[in-house]
């Protein structure tokens, strides 16, 4: 089984509707992440939490909010989608206790706002 | 705030031979993680490589290998007898010893040609 799930994994989705993406994760990982990427751009970060109780904003965080449930779930909200956040989102996971901090995804929603 | 530049979109590469990728990135920090991460077309992200700012030695895995110039601040990828199977995206990415966020290229889009 994967370490970093996400659901969907492929959504369409009406201009103004309420969407959740959610990650979980089994690697007992501390920190949680969530990206978007877009041609070109390449990964831009939405929204992180270290902890159940931290959050904090990215680069691109409006138009989205995120809630950390419990330690392992992580989940991303669009409160009225419009067309510009018809993206590939990712949610990642590392560990503050390993040295290196790599990031670990999952293997994305494909979104699309219509 | 940093910023990670790799200038080839799109390259190509005969199989079995060799090919380079580009990154340069813009910090004032002296110490980092830096790291390329291959993007199949089954959209999961794959860490390929990493390497940590301090170690002078050039990081290697297999068929994969850096040349990291700490003072050009470049970080380039060089993969060696390249197989179908490295067909995919390759997004290079830094991160500061004390950061919270890694900082993505744009990617650059390998094929490896038959």
């Known amino acids: 089984d994967a370490d970093v799930t996400q659901t969907p994994r492929n959504r369409i989705t009406k201009t103004g509707k309420r969407i959740m993406l959610e990650c979980s994760q089994t690697k007992g990982h501390d920190r949680m992440y969530w990206y978007r990427q877009d041609p070109g751009l390449g990964l831009r970060l939405i929204y992180y939490?270290?902890?159940?109780?931290?959050?904090n904003k990215g680069e691109i965080s409006d138009g989205y909010s995120v809630s950390r449930q419990a330690q392992a779930k992580f989940s991303l909200s669009l409160e009225s989608a419009i067309p510009n956040q018809t993206a590939l989102y990712f949610c990642a996971t590392s560990d503050s206790d390993r040295f290196s901090y790599e990031q670990y995804f999952g293997p994305g929603t494909r979104l699309t706002v219509t | 705030a940093q910023t990670v530049t790799q200038s080839q979109p799109e390259m190509s590469v005969q199989e079995a031979e060799t090919v380079t990728l580009s990154c340069t990135y813009d910090?004032?920090?002296?110490?980092?993680?830096l790291f390329w991460y291959k993007q199949p077309p089954s959209r999961q992200m794959i860490l390929v490589i990493r390497?940590?700012?301090?170690?002078?030695q050039n990081a290697t895995e297999n068929r994969f290998s850096v040349n990291f110039q700490k003072a050009a601040k470049s970080f380039s990828l060089k993969i060696s007898d390249s197989q179908l199977g490295d067909t995919a995206m390759y997004f290079c990415?830094?991160?500061?010893?004390?950061?919270?966020?890694?900082?993505f290229g744009t990617g650059t889009s390998l094929t490896v040609i038959p």
């Open positions: 990415a830094f991160m500061k010893y004390s950061g919270n966020q890694f900082y």
């Open positions: 390497q940590e700012a301090y170690k002078q």
């Open positions: 910090t004032s920090e002296n110490n980092y993680y």
């Open positions: 939490s270290f902890d159940v109780k931290d959050i």
